[in-house]
């Protein structure tokens, strides 16, 4: 039968229990009237005189409860001195009875005291009802959440004061000094420590470190605290406390690099920025706060004490570091400056931290290559040979010395002028070239030549340099004087892209825009030579400019986003998507690697797996859309350059449904009572059922698959029962209706529904034997539990009839069960 209905709340859920007697009634409505859950008499106990007499009640039961009896006498009637508004009296049978609900924590002294009058002749009776407590209270703190800190300097077992809990009920149902960290204890940092008051009230409750705390691990705490009564069941009050860890200075600043290498031209002026360095510290506040600083002995750079920013105070001077071999003879190895940066905080002690730096000069190619002929004989101031010398007959010997370094001071040497008839050659050797016979000479035809041997220019730069950055320095000269021998200089061709200047008086060339290698990296650049004369005479040369890459251009991904869709059915293994990144940098600087972004792999852990190498995203387990229907993953493709450069793309999936889940009915159980005189079509209830499922696979249609003798009917799409017939017809006091789900493609639900409707004249009001419902606690479970057995909630009860129970409502995951027998609620085993 139909039961009133009692909400239990549990571990964060609402549970609609029902009961019901195993049969139908006698055929009228009942009502009992509610015991005390305690299991009290209604008939209370007193201590009968003839003035004086002592009741007791339990507080919190329904009005009309009885209280007890006064001592009564034959003839007489009874009646209140001053009639209080709690209570009633019978004034013949002397029967004391609740007007209101008692509450004892509204009382002062826990009690009423009243007097009551006799009819003639008058005589008083002393009445004192002692309402006792129950457990209606939980523990309460003073407030519901407080903020505390602890420094993370403190040692072991420091303690910090807590307020504890009070409690309106009293005895036994009050406080306890049971107090437990529910929640928020990360590695078990904190515990509860309860001591006595030496004045016999509440006991002191204290938070206690238990070992060493650091801020850079965690800062903040948020505990959860419980206190309990002693009550049966108990109650409990929480308490959230709010917990800062206050930073001490024990981080060193660190920088995100060792050391430094940087490269820097050679002739780069006082003032020059170098690079700039970063470090960082975990502390807070001044003990966080950084300065930059150089050793005192540092002449050649200054650091900005704020931006770490590196700078030349000076030209530079570097020594030569040691190397085993050189590219030539005359050649030098690289110089480089190596010094020290320091980043001390403002924390107290304050501390320091270091990186090295490493300038390595760049030759700036200031030098010009000299030329030196070598003849035969050694002391000859030309070179001769004999007209029937045979082809290869050396001539003369040509060596270029250069001081510049590297390749600004390796040359190139060519006949520019005097061999119109290519009678002649150069043979180049490592150490020098060699003039050769390239032909027949005849001395009658020509017996002079003036062959003019050049060495070519070349510069190295870093895409990087600044504009006005020195290139190199073109010289010619004339052996003319006055206005004939002013030489003018401008570039012929090869500046097309106005990356290079040149004074027409020096022959200075500098940079006047910026370069990009990724345009083009080697420049050759055509120079004339003009002087000032009337009919000017002109000479060419040639210099070329090898551009250096660095790391300028992060990887760029064909595509910043792309979407894609995937059925859940895909097995492991499948490809997502084709991820393409590109870099226009060189060698390790274009060199990219594809990882997954840190929240992917947190958010979607053990899911995709992506080729570091060729950006091939995949499953590595099959996906479930009903768990996660969209995912939002995130690619970064990163150079290898130092430092690294790196851009982002977004790869959104969406997971295509495949019907893999049957319709489910919640609630399962239907409970409903009806009257006889409702008209055929009247709607009764409404029966749901989902499915994890969508579109198609979602849809649900209902049937009635038995039961109703053919009185109900119910809509297939909406799941509404209606009344086909009349109730009077049939004589059975309850229908059961079983109901099937099923969807569009075909799966169906494991469980149908039941559907109880009963006549409302065979209706019994059932009553719990706990007055206002029931509130049950319990600790949540931890997921690491490999399995989890059942844990003893709380028992409901019905007091006036036998009844089956069952959860109809309120647990979707059925996380709960009931005994249908004994009422008794536990925990699900999960396995």
Known sequence: MWCLQCWLLTAGAILLVGAQTPGPGPGKRRSSVAEPAFGYSAQMQSRAVDTRVTLEIFEGQPMGSSVGKIPTKPGFSYRFNEPPREFTLDPNTGEIKTNAVLDRETLKNDRYDLVVLSSQPTYPIEVRIVVVDINDNPPEFPEPSIAVSFSESAAAGTRLLLDAASDKDIGVNGVSDDYRIIAGNKDDKFRLAVTANPTGETSYLHLETTGKLDRETQGFYTLNISARDGGNPPKYGYLQVNVTILDVNDNPPIFDHSDYIVSLNESVPPGTPVLQVMATDNDLGDNAKITYYLADTERQFTVDPETGVISTTEPLECPQQNCQHTVKPEGSCPKSCVFTVFARDHGSPRQDG?????????????????????????????????????????????????????????????????NELNHFRLDYTPSFDIVRVNGVLDREEISKYNLTVKSEYSAILSELAPPGTYVAGITATDEDSGVNAQIYYAFVSGNENQWFSINADSGLITTRAALDREIQGTVELNISARDGGPNPKWAHTQLKVTILDENDEAPEFSQSHINVSLSESAPPGTLVAMLTASDHDQGTNGSVAYTLHPAVRQRYEDTFALDSLTGQLTTKKKLDREEISNYEIHVIARDQGIPPQSSTATVYLSVLDINDNNPEFYPQKYFIPVSEDIKPGTSILKITATDKDEGENAMITFKLESGGDNLFFIDEWTGVISLRGNLKSSSKPIHRLKISAQDHGDKRAVDDATVEIIKEAYMEELHFDNYGGYDFQILEDHNDSPGIKRRDVGTVHVRNSDATYSIVYGDPNYNFYINENTGKITTAKKN
């Open 354 to 418: 270091r990186t090295y730096v490493t300038v390595n000069l760049v030759d700036a190619n200031d030098h010009d290559p000299i030329i030196k002929f070598r003849y035969f004989p050694a002391t000859a101031g030309f070179a001769t040979v004999d007209e029937n010398a045979g082809n290869g007959s050396v001539v003369a010997a040509v060596s270029v010395v250069d001081q510049d370094e590297g390749l600004n001071g390796e040359t190139n040497v060519r006949i520019v002028t005097g």
